[in-house]
């Protein structure tokens, strides 16, 4: 079982920035992936980025590309998603999550979650 906290979330105007993170418990295994997902009142939850454990490479929704940044950093297992350039519409809950490779990664059908974080952008 993998446990995951994520942290860094909190109030920010429009075009500020914000880092969150996300810790496992447990080294994660070399053929997971770890994502981002956010969820906005009365909304879906929407695919953020992920990037795969093994070779780091990442992949973006559209409209977060360009303004938000994901890394791991290995030896501590956690990941980091750097968000520039805030937007009001941003404003979500943001949840970390964790699986295989061989899922369907855009949608929220991830192993293990945390427990979100609030990401609030005012105008």
């Known amino acids: 079982q993998v446990h995951l906290v994520e942290s860094g979330g909190g109030l920010v105007q429009a075009g500020g920035s914000l880092r969150l993170s996300c810790a496992a418990s447990e080294p994660t295994f070399s053929s997971y992936v770890m994502a981002w997902f956010r969820q906005a009142p009365g909304k879906e939850r929407d695919f953020v980025a992920l990037?795969?454990?093994?070779?780091?490479?990442?992949y973006y929704a559209d409209s977060v590309k360009g303004r938000f940044t994901l890394s791991r950093d290995n030896a501590k297992n956690t990941v980091h998603l750097q968000m520039n350039n805030l937007k009001p519409e941003d404003t979500a809950v943001y949840y970390c999550?964790?699986?295989?490779?061989?899922?369907?990664?855009?949608?929220?059908?991830?192993?293990?979650w945390g427990q979100g974080t609030q990401v609030t952008v005012s105008s």
């Open positions: 999550a964790a699986g295989p490779t061989s899922g369907r990664l855009l949608l929220p059908e991830y192993d293990y």
């Open positions: 990037i795969r454990w093994s070779g780091g490479s990442t």
